[in-house]
Nanobody, 121 residues
Framework: VQLQASGGGLVQAGGSLRLSCAASGRTFSSVAMGWFRQAPGKERQFVTAITWSGDSIYYADSVKGRFTISRDNAKRTVYLQMNSLKPEDTAVYYC???????????????WGQGTQVTVSS
């Protein structure tokens, strides 16, 4: 699976952004997809995941109620709608595929290039 993320940018606090991740590869529709982020000087952290069917969705506590993940298997694309953005959401956001949860931590088998999201106060 190859992943191409887009949609990052600069936004004021309280604003919204929508990230997209286009995938290629035959296994897209059969794997969980999601997003991670990495802020300067910090480790990469899990943000959200969606199963291949879309029936199960998971969010980090820090984004619950503000971020929404969705996927369109026909378009081979996963989306991240980010509302009520805060300065602490500033990070490079990475699209990921084949997400799995193991002992409370999320890992991914495939990674896209990051897209920068900057939220100004």
């Amino acid at each position: 699976v190859q992943l191409q993320a887009s949609g990052g940018g600069l936004v004021q606090a309280g604003g919204s952004l929508r990230l997209s991740c286009a995938a290629s590869g035959r296994t897209f529709s059969s794997v969980a997809m999601g997003w991670f982020r990495q802020a300067p000087g910090k480790e990469r952290q899990f943000v959200t995941a969606i199963t291949w069917s879309g029936d199960s969705i998971y969010y980090a506590d820090s984004v619950k109620g503000r971020f929404t993940i969705s996927r369109d298997n026909a378009k081979r694309t996963v989306y991240l709608q980010m509302n009520s953005l805060k300065p602490e959401d500033t990070a490079v956001y990475y699209c990921a595929a084949d997400l799995r949860q193991y002992r409370g931590s999320w890992t991914a088998g495939y990674w896209g290039q990051g897209t920068q999201v900057t939220v100004s106060s």
